[in-house]
């Protein structure tokens, strides 16, 4: 309470009794009232001052206010009639609150006879109060009593504060005084419930100063206005523009059903749960709405309690709601149903889930609300309501509500299952189009990352490792521009493209032409709108563990970094060369040597670039990730990932490509020049099998001799001088090479019952794993991979 001066505490009898019914506080106007001096009350039981007869007045269990007529002893031993207001004073140290009993003395003067003020203030649709300087209360109109619930007569010199111990009584007056200070009018919001309402009502009050003739100012009137339709619309109004602004932020149907929760918790109730429809895995199609007993699977729920405490379900959850149940009568029907405990709307819950009716006991449940998802002909689930906190039940505004932004959440939700779907579709997509593995070869030792884009959808970055001839190996690495299912089938398309490109063996800038070629007919064909363009980026190596030179070329691509065996990163000087799919501009090709051990890093541009730092500060990045010294490429992956990437995940596709090389031993590898003479076939064969001895291959010296022979009898016959034989091996593959100058290259052929030639091909054929050519500058080679399984 305000304090008061010595004149208006003697204008009103006010006492304090806490709730053992002991007097705590006696002021003056109590003295004068009953004549008591507080030394002789304070201390002892109120019930002393009530008349001998007199009702016991002590409030029922529960109640905060209570007024009445008292018949009270005074000091000298007459009963006092005296019209009595209490009401409970909550305590801000949390200790046991108190009552504060008052009752005026000094009313003031009466209401004027003149009819048209009487009539005014009676029939004025604007609940009305009006104080005097001192605030106290000087007349109340009919509206404003009715909305107090007390007396006109009897609360004339009262102060706001004695009228009730509500955080709105101490905000009144300290707004009147703040009036009568500046003599400016000032407003005033607050929820009431008046008397017999069911359901709190907003108010608007107006609080004007008034003056006399010299104006002074001499009391303040306070006219309050309901405006509750206008409040609820306007909360409706916002609600729904929170609904449309904070719903739907992301494509993951978890996420939105959350939003959708939180936005409602506390604007529409108290507690909100979201569960859907078993769909098929990774947002496919929900099934049609089943007869009940029906399957809802937990998506997410809010609380105004922290927790959630009131959950039955949690989130993931899939639950069972039979016939009978507002979740299953709502999804049948296909509209919002409002169910209320004390009519025995859930009644039917104990029979169901005795859980559900100690929740709704403990928590005080006493309205739900269940609104049916639907978005584009779909139903998708159901949003529960639950009111507990409120003491009012759901309206038809409130179901019109949650209607308005349930449907609007159902299309988010409905937007992001349909993504997930295609999401997940593309995904399915692109790791059956890149490789499941990376093949074991004796070139290389590699390990491979791919991350689709966390925000963007799948794109089309691709990599592989591709055994070529000879023990070489090829590397690639591409980026088709793009996302979605569209990319991944490009990027299908031209990952087989460069296996068969490079299956006969043509050199990175030759294979980048070819490849560029196909990626602008692919271009052509996808239509005249330029809407489906398809542009590539691509780098190209080659590296052949023999010579230890890898040759490389790029299209558009990002350049590679190279960790020497015992130096720092460094990104390889490589010519650019345009994107795939501009036509007509050359590629080229670089060409190095490499130490055994070296490490090749080949990556997108999803890796290094992002909306926070750009190309260059990426690479920075990359360099300082591959400088830690590691003996497990797939942990320096891991690393280069984790330094480089956001913990959200990228918002591209990125594809990481390491291969650490190999050299072949010098002792694995045998050459000899050949004599164009076909009299000196058979020492060559002599020679080949006395190698596979020192090699210990003696198992496959009789299939060796045949291919040797053959191949080497086909080039002197056929070829061009000089004519040159190498014999490389592994401990799975003996492969045998014979080049010589001509560019002519062999061709399979079968042949008939009566020729005497063309079987020695189909012979190789049939003896080896397989077989091939590739162009030299020099001419070209012909070369035979023999297995090697189970030798030693």
């Known amino acids: 309470m305000s304090p008061v001066n010595p004149s208006d505490d003697a204008a009103t009898a006010r006492v304090v009794v806490d709730d053992s019914g002991t007097l705590r506080e006696w002021n003056e106007g109590a003295r004068l ?15 002393v001052l009530l008349a001998d007869g007199a009702d016991d007045p002590r409030p029922r269990p529960g109640e905060e206010r209570w007024n009445g007529t008292l018949a009270l002893r005074h000091r000298d031993g007459r009963t006092v009639s005296v019209w009595v207001l209490a009401h409970r004073r909550a305590s801000p140290d949390g200790a046991p609150g108190t009552w504060l009993a008052v009752s005026p003395l000094d009313r003031g003067p009466e209401r004027p006879e003149d009819p048209l003020v009487a009539a005014a203030l009676a029939q004025s649709p604007c609940a009305t109060m009006i104080f005097d300087d001192r605030l106290r209360l000087r007349d109340v109109n009919d509206v404003m009593a009715q909305l107090l619930g007390l007396p006109a007569d009897r609360v004339r010199g009262l102060r706001p504060t004695d009228l009730g111990s509500r955080p709105q009584n101490t905000e009144l007056e300290r707004r009147l005084r703040q009036v009568l200070d500046t003599g400016r009018t000032d407003d005033m919001h607050t929820h009431l419930k008046a008397t017999g309402e069911s359901r709190a009502h907003a108010w608007h009050a107006r609080i004007a100063p008034l003056s006399d003739a010299g104006g002074r100012v001499r009391g303040a009137c306070v006219s309050a206005h309901d405006f509750t339709e206008q409040h609820l619309s306007r909360e409706r109004l916002h609600l729904v523009n929170e609904a449309s602004v904070r719903i739907g932020t992301t494509l993951d149907v978890t996420r939105t059903a959350q939003e959708l929760a939180d936005v409602c918790v506390p604007a529409l109730a108290d507690f909100v749960s979201v569960d859907l429809l078993d769909a098929q895995e990774h947002g496919g199609e929900p099934a049609a709405v089943p007869a009940p007993p029906v399957g809802l699977r937990r998506a997410a729920h809010q ?8 959950a039955v379900v949690e989130p993931g959850r899939l639950d069972v709601y039979p016939a009978g149940s507002p979740q299953a009568e709502c999804l049948v029907a296909g509209r919002a149903i409002i169910a209320e405990v004390p009519s025995g ?4 819950w104990r029979e169901w889930d005795p859980l559900r009716v100690r929740r709704v006991q403990e928590y005080g449940i006493h309205s739900t609300m269940s609104v049916p998802l639907q978005a584009r002909g779909t139903t998708l689930g159901v949003a529960v309501f639950t009111r507990f906190r409120r003491p009012y039940p759901f309206t038809d505004d409130d179901r019109l509500l949650a209607e308005e932004v349930t449907a609007r959440a159902a299309v988010c939700i409905d937007n992001a299952r349909r993504y997930s779907r295609e999401r997940e579709s593309t995904l399915t997509l692109q790791r059956s189009l890149l490789p499941r593995w990376l093949p074991p070869t004796a070139a290389v030792e590699a390990a491979s990352r791919y991350l689709p884009a966390a925000r963007s959808g799948v794109g089309g970055d691709w990599f592989d490792v591709i055994p070529l001839s000879g023990m070489r190996v090829a590397m690639v690495v591409g980026d088709v ?21 490079a299956d006969i063996d043509l050199t990175p800038d030759e294979l980048l032409t070819h490849l560029d070629d196909l990626v602008v007919r692919l271009s052509e064909e996808s239509g005249d709108d330029g809407t489906g363009e398809v542009g590539a980026t691509c780098l190209y190596a080659v590296y052949d563990p023999v010579s230890r030179r890898c040759s490389l070329a790029r299209a558009g691509h990002p350049a590679p970094f190279l960790v020497p065996p015992d ?10 060369g345009p994107p795939l799919g501009v036509g007509g501009l050359p590629f080229e090709s670089a060409e190095l040597e490499l130490r055994e051990g070296s490490v090749l890093s080949f990556y997108t541009d999803g890796l290094v670039e992002s909306r926070e730092r750009d190309a260059d500060a990426g690479q920075t990045l990359l360099r300082e990730a591959l400088a830690a010294a590691t ?21 591209d596709d990125v594809a990481l490509l390491l291969a650490r090389t190999r050299g072949l031993p010098a002792g694995q590898v045998a050459t000899w020049d050949i004599p164009n003479d076909p009299s000196l076939v058979a020492p060559v064969r002599k020679q080949v099998v006395e190698q596979l001895s020192v090699w210990s291959l003696l198992e496959a010296s009789f299939t060796a001799e045949l291919v040797v022979s053959e191949l080497v009898t086909n080039a002197i016959r056929y070829g061009s001088p000089p004519i040159r034989l190498r014999l490389i091996h592994d401990t799975a593959t003996l492969i045998c090479e014979v080049s010589d100058t001509s560019h002519t290259a062999p061709h399979l052929r079968r042949a008939k019952t009566w020729d005497e030639g063309g079987r020695g091909l189909l012979l190789v054929a049939q003896l080896t794993q397989r077989w091939g050519s590739r162009h030299t500058t020099e001419g070209k080679t012909i070369w035979a991979e023999l297995g090697l399984l189970g030798e030693e």
Do not use: F, K, W
């Open 631 to 651: 003996d497990s490429l797939d942990t320096l992956c891991d690393r280069v990932l984790h330094a480089l990437l956001p913990s959200g995940g990228a918002a």
């Open 481 to 501: 521009v793009g996302h979605g299912i569209q990319a991944s089938a490009t990027m299908g398309r031209l990952r087989t493209a460069v296996r068969t490109l």
């Open 567 to 576: 130096g720092a990163p460094r990104q390889i000087d490589l010519p650019s």
């Open 345 to 348: 709307d859930l009644e039917r």
């Open 33 to 47: 009232l009953l004549g008591h001096p507080a030394a002789d009350v304070v201390g002892r039981p109120a019930a």
């Open 303 to 310: 609380s105004v309690n922290p927790g959630c405490p009131e």
